[in-house]
């Protein structure tokens, strides 16, 4: 059983184009992570989101954490093809200081010129 | 800034030898490592927690006999992948975190790519 649904699963799409990337559970997570991986790489982290209905704003991407904790999106404005990159979300079960993280399917996005 | 050092970057091997992952904290004291496993395209699955002077603790599914975790100091966690096969070729990552300072971010190795042939 995946805790944590992340959809879509893959997105291709014109330079420009804005695009929303879900994060959906039926748990309740202390903070939810978004990272981005490169080929070949470990994660790096993007935002950490700790409040429910908190949003956060990275550039042209926006981080939202539902307001029961068990959801969050991120939305990419006019993206570009640097964007293209592995995203995944993670999110940080109670107690949250052991650094355990459930991860997402991921969401693999291609941003063509 | 905190920095998680993995090594091999990548490694192939025979099947039926073993391969030994090191994880590295460089500036900070981790008494818990994660080690993940991810396939192509896919996300990260966690195989087991990394628990600094004691055993380390499995997922479901993930064979303790045939990854064997050591965290034998508050900076080192080592993967071995015991008589690998090819269907261990995958991409091996850790994380850690600063254990003693609150509030501390996760931090990623750059992963290990195994290629058993």
């Known amino acids: 059983t995946q805790l944590l649904e992340q959809s879509p699963q893959f997105l291709s799409i014109q330079e420009g184009e804005n695009l929303t990337v879900y994060c959906n559970s039926s748990s309740v997570f202390s903070s939810l992570q978004w990272y981005r991986q490169e080929p070949g790489e470990g994660p790096v982290l993007l935002v950490t989101v700790v409040t429910g209905g908190e949003v956060k704003k990275l550039k042209r991407l926006t981080f939202q954490f539902g307001d029961a904790r068990k959801d969050s999106s991120l939305h990419i404005t006019a993206a570009q093809p640097g964007d293209t990159g592995l995203y995944l979300c993670?999110?940080?079960?109670?107690?949250?200081?052991?650094?355990?993280?459930?991860f997402g399917q991921g969401t693999t996005l291609q941003v063509k010129p | 800034g905190a920095v998680v050092s993995q090594h091999p970057s990548w490694v192939i091997c025979k099947s039926g030898t073993s391969v030994k992952i090191e994880c590295r904290s460089l500036?900070?004291?981790?008494?818990?490592m994660f080690w993940y496993r991810q396939f192509p395209k896919q996300s990260l699955m966690l195989m087991a927690t990394s628990n600094e002077g004691s055993k380390a603790t499995y997922e479901q599914g993930v064979e303790k006999d045939k990854f064997l975790i050591n965290h034998a100091s508050l900076t080192l966690s080592t993967l071995t992948v015991t008589s690998a096969h090819p269907e261990d070729s995958s991409f091996y990552i850790c994380s850690a975190r600063d254990t003693y300072r609150e509030g501390s971010p996760l931090h990623f190795g750059n992963g290990t790519r195994l290629t058993v042939t």
């Open positions: 500036d900070f004291q981790a008494t818990t």
């Open positions: 993670a999110g940080a079960r109670y107690p949250s200081n052991t650094g355990k993280l459930i």
